[in-house]
């Protein structure tokens, strides 16, 4: 069983930048890939970004190509995903999650964190 904890959510103005962080704890960390998903009211979680186990591939959704940027320190048992040049279209509850193959879609996905609230105004 793997536990994951999200922080650094909040609001910004759109063209702001927010780093977002995950720490996992209950299973062995570097031996499984990393990601983001994020919902917005009203519509289906979807997905943003993921990282495999070495921290060398990553993989976007072509609407955060050139913005977001996923890492991994696996020393911190933790993910980040920097989020710059922030849309409106961007609010959303952001999850972590976690895997044992890279979780490009949603029936992959094997643990879900609890989700932070980024907001961005107009």
């Known amino acids: 069983q793997v536990q994951l904890e999200e922080s650094g959510g909040g609001s910004v103005q759109a063209g702001g930048s927010l780093k977002l962080s995950c720490t996992g704890s209950?299973?062995?960390?570097?031996?499984?890939?990393m990601g983001w998903y994020r919902q917005a009211p009203g519509k289906e979680r979807e997905f943003v970004a993921a990282?495999?186990?070495?921290?060398?591939?990553?993989y976007y959704a072509d609407f955060v190509k050139g913005r977001f940027s996923i890492s991994r320190d696996n020393a911190k048992e933790s993910v980040y995903l920097q989020m710059n040049n922030l849309k409106p279209e961007d609010t959303a509850v952001y999850y972590c999650?976690?895997?044992?193959?890279?979780?490009?879609?949603?029936?992959?996905?094997?643990?879900w964190g609890q989700g932070t609230q980024v907001s961005v105004s107009s």
């Open positions: 990282i495999d186990w070495s921290g060398e591939n990553t």
């Open positions: 999650v976690a895997s044992t193959i890279i979780p490009t879609m949603a029936p992959q996905v094997l643990y």
């Open positions: 209950g299973r062995t960390f570097s031996r499984l890939s």
